[in-house]
């Protein structure tokens, strides 16, 4: 087993390990689509810019950016607004937590946030890590990136390995920010633009679970493809009206700003595996699906294989495409699927 100390050299490793087959980007050529949620969150700490090379050399389509601000606005790559869940910062910064007892992102300048060690994601009441066959908890060095850092490393493993993978920014939390007096969504949109992520011809989803935001987005003149992300099985289309159920005519009114939408898992197929009409509905309106998460390291009751959910999600209930913290796992059925 190879102990990797910098961050520069397991970069390397993994990319000089794995293979360098071109690569169409499966959103042009209709093929399923593999998101590595978090980066490959499965193996290494997520969002990470090791988590970012692994995914990257496993050959997922995709790689997502969770998106916060720091205290000078800089976008960082960070699941959570809050800091502790995957932080030493209560060590560090034992007296900047608000009335809370949470530590925000958006209380720390980029140099104080560079300054905390990134770990495995942990109960902060008890500092047990949610996973315990995962890298081991608060161990390793690890930094939170920026989100220009995270697309540089994109973009520069594109190049050198001849690959056409391509982000899935996620804009979070955007009223907390707007509270703080900081637009976030018009700050990211400048980034993405400074690297070429403006179309929808660009490898490029900006999602957000936030219905109003996404409407506000191309108020901003964001002409990228959206995706509005589901956690419930209802929504508030506008600000007055009474929530509504995910059918089709919610789907058409979806439509009419964003480009797919991102259900969890449980509104695409239920616990005996049987699909919803989600997708189905979702497709009438002319959007892309891509549920999450598939995570091959937990088991659903009655499972023996959890990697079955691939071809559950992906082929039995219809969806295009699926965020998974083990990417590898998922181009593996993908190829084994086309040969």
Same mark, same amino acid.
């Given at each position: 087993m190879l102990l990797i100390k910098r961050n520069r050299d397991l970069i390397l490793v993994i990319s000089?390990?794995? !293979?360098?087959?071109?690569?169409? $980007?499966? @959103? +042009?050529? !209709?093929?399923?689509? *593999?998101?590595? +949620? #978090?980066g490959a969150s499965g193996y290494v700490p997520e969002h990470t810019l090791e988590a970012v090379a692994m995914a990257h050399a496993f050959g997922a389509d995709f790689i997502e950016q969770d998106v916060v601000l720091s205290k000078d606005h800089v976008p960082v790559v960070l699941h959570d607004i809050d800091l502790e869940p995957v932080t030493d910062v209560a060590t560090k =910064?034992? *007296? #900047?937590k608000r009335a809370d007892g949470k530590y925000y992102a958006i209380d =720390?300048? %980029?140099?104080?946030?560079?300054? %905390? $060690? @990134? +770990?495995? #994601? @942990?109960?902060?009441?008890? !500092? $047990?890590? =949610?996973?315990?066959n995962r890298f081991p908890a608060k161990s390793g060095q690890f930094q939170i990136p920026t989100l220009e850092e995270e697309l540089q490393l994109i973009q520069g493993m594109n190049h050198s390995r001849q690959k056409s993978i391509g982000i899935y920014p996620e804009i979070k939390s955007p009223g907390f920010h707007r509270n703080a007096g900081v637009d976030i969504s018009k700050i990211v949109l400048e980034v993405l633009k400074k690297y070429g992520y403006s179309t929808k011809q660009d490898l490029c989803i900006v999602q957000c679970f936030d219905w109003s935001e996404l409407k506000q987005i191309r108020k901003l003149g964001y002409q990228g493809r959206l995706v509005f992300l589901m956690g419930g099985r209802r929504m508030k289309l506008d600000e007055t009206s009474e929530p509504v159920d995910f059918n089709e005519t919610t789907m058409r009114e979806i439509a009419k700003v964003a480009d797919g939408i991102g259900p969890a898992l449980q509104l695409v197929a239920d616990q005996k595996y049987k699909p919803t009409n989600l997708v189905a509905d979702a497709h009438k309106a002319g959007l892309i699906v891509h549920p999450y998460t598939i995570r091959t390291d937990m088991k659903r009751p009655g499972d023996t294989n959890p990697a079955n959910m691939f071809k559950v999600i992906l082929d039995d209930a219809g969806a295009d495409g699926v965020f998974t913290d083990q990417p590898d796992a998922g181009v593996n059925w993908k190829n084994s699927r086309t040969k």
């Open positions: 000089a390990f794995l !293979g360098t087959t071109p690569l169409q $980007n499966p @959103v +042009h050529a !209709g093929e399923k689509t *593999i998101i590595a +949620h #978090r =910064f034992p *007296i #900047r =720390f300048t %980029l140099a104080e946030l560079k300054s %905390l $060690n @990134v +770990h495995e #994601r @942990v109960d902060p009441k008890s !500092g $047990n890590a =949610f996973l315990t």
